[in-house]
């Protein structure tokens, strides 16, 4: 009986611990994940909603799409939002930063992606990722924190350009000129195919 | 019996608050898992804000908004720049990169990127960074030779990297402030202290001190712009894409230039 309860119980966490990354994992597990990425990227078979979708499953579980939107948004502006608004947010942003990244994506040209040791700063952990593209060599970023999960993305700097930076900049514009609704109704309209 | 009946509830339970419960409309759900949601759905978005350093790793742009004296004009000229972009570079853009392949708009960028090595190497010396003016003294002689003339960054491959310096980074490295942004026509964004800086480069490069004669190149001011200029417009040509989506997906185009500059020249100053 004890037994089965176990079982019930694991079987609820497991999509949780299939994300979960140890801090001397990150290294091996990053560079196994931009391989992939990579894979799926050169398989010209694929339809660019498929490729999407395929990437989008590998490389979910290492973001917290959650904490990055609350920072974008910023302490006053998510403690005045309601529940419900704060909900909406998060989903439309979720969609928006993966959107931006998907179109970055449609780039790509067979460049090579090489890693560094991952290293720790403070209570994180920040991973350098390089590009040589046109020419010139490109610094992607990616940075962790200690989450319940495991090591999660909580930020991405590209050339030095902290994306959450970036939005909250624009965010803390919205809510100075408006309310949380003006910023939605601006998230809620779909993007531009790029 | 009963504990089992228990456990299947608290599961069903468990799985439906991860998936959303039903306050969201049905559109949303579609587009957006909220994968990463573990635990009661009240508790993820009634907390406060309880995460602790984040917040001050982050600018907060409410409490100390950007010195900005300039933003009207500074946007009128980012919007202007939007429209000189759309009805008059594009075309041109899109006619010499039909002309020039990109491999050979790389090249031309290798040779602009070369021939700015005096320029680097002062900067580098001013800022006492001896062990990256050697590097780049060997990039330039590396690439010049082995690299026909600076069109192929041969230094690179062989992982002799760039310190490129320039005078606004030489400044920011001797605790000048960014000064205001300031956002100039084709140029777009920059600010006080890298407009100094351009002005200070320009004028320090041997090129401009050469003789006047014939079939140098530049020969006087304005062709020495023209170069600055056409370094800058070959470049920009290789990142047309990349320029359209951020101006097509950014919320605010302006505010986000401004931001994305400023941050890019910080970490540039800190290397």
Do not use: C
């Not at chain 1, 140890?22 to 050169?42: C, F, P, W, Y």
């Not at chain 2, 070369?114 to 006492?128: G, I, R, T």
């Amino acid at each position: 009986m004890k037994k089965l309860f176990y079982l019930a119980l694991i079987s609820l966490l497991l999509p949780l611990s299939a994300a979960a990354m140890e801090a001397n994992e990150i290294g091996s597990v990053m560079r196994q994940k931009v391989d992939v990425v990579l894979t799926i990227l050169n398989d010209h078979n694929l339809s660019k909603t498929e490729r999407n979708t395929a990437i989008e499953t590998e490389m979910d579980p290492y973001f917290d799409f959650l904490l990055m939107a609350k920072l974008s948004l910023g302490k006053s502006g998510w403690q005045a939002a309601t529940p419900a608004q704060r909900k909406e947010y998060v989903v439309l942003f979720e969609r928006r930063i993966k959107d931006f990244y998907m179109s970055k994506l449609d780039l790509y040209k067979d460049e090579v992606i090489t890693l560094e040791a991952p290293q720790e700063v403070k209570n994180r952990i920040y991973l350098n990722s390089y590009i040589i593209e046109k020419g010139e060599k490109k610094e992607v970023l990616y940075k962790f924190y200690h989450a319940k999960e495991g090591w999660l993305i909580y930020d991405v700097d590209v050339l030095g350009v902290s994306i959450i930076q970036s939005y909250r900049s624009q965010f803390a514009g919205e809510l100075e000129n408006g309310s949380i609704e003006q910023l939605l109704i601006k998230l809620r309209q779909p993007q531009p195919d790029a | 019996m009963k504990r089992l009946f228990l456990t299947m509830i608290l599961g069903f339970s468990l799985l439906y608050s991860q998936e959303g419960g039903s306050a969201v409309p049905a559109p949303l759900e579609q587009i957006g898992p909220l994968a990463h949601l573990s635990g009661p759905e009240d508790e993820v978005f009634d907390d406060g804000f309880d995460i602790g350093g984040f917040e001050e790793e982050f600018t907060d742009v409410a409490a100390e908004p950007v010195y900005d004296p300039l933003e009207g004009y500074n946007r009128w000229m980012t919007g202007f720049n939007n429209v000189l972009f759309d009805y008059l570079l594009d075309p041109v853009i899109s006619t010499y990169n039909f002309i020039l392949p990109e491999p050979i708009r790389v090249s031309v960028n290798n040779i602009f990127n070369n021939l700015y090595y005096p320029v680097s190497l002062v900067n580098n010396l001013l800022q006492l960074k001896f062990d990256h003016a050697l590097s780049e003294t060997g990039r330039f002689i590396i690439n010049s030779t082995f690299g026909f003339a600076g069109m192929f960054d041969t230094a690179m491959q062989i992982g002799v990297e760039p310190h490129v310096e320039d005078f606004g980074q030489t400044l920011g490295h001797y605790g000048v402030g960014n000064g205001m942004p300031i956002v100039l026509p084709f140029f777009g964004p920059s600010n006080l202290r890298d407009i100094t800086g351009d002005l200070l480069d320009f004028y320090v490069n041997p090129v401009y001190y050469v003789e006047p004669r014939k079939y140098n190149i530049p020969r006087n001011t304005y062709e020495g712009w023209g170069l600055v200029g056409a370094k800058r417009f070959n470049k920009f040509s290789l990142y047309k894409q990349e320029y359209l989506q951020i101006r097509r997906e950014a919320l605010d185009f302006y505010p986000f230039m401004r931001d994305a500059y400023e941050q890019n020249r910080n970490k540039l100053i800190s290397e």
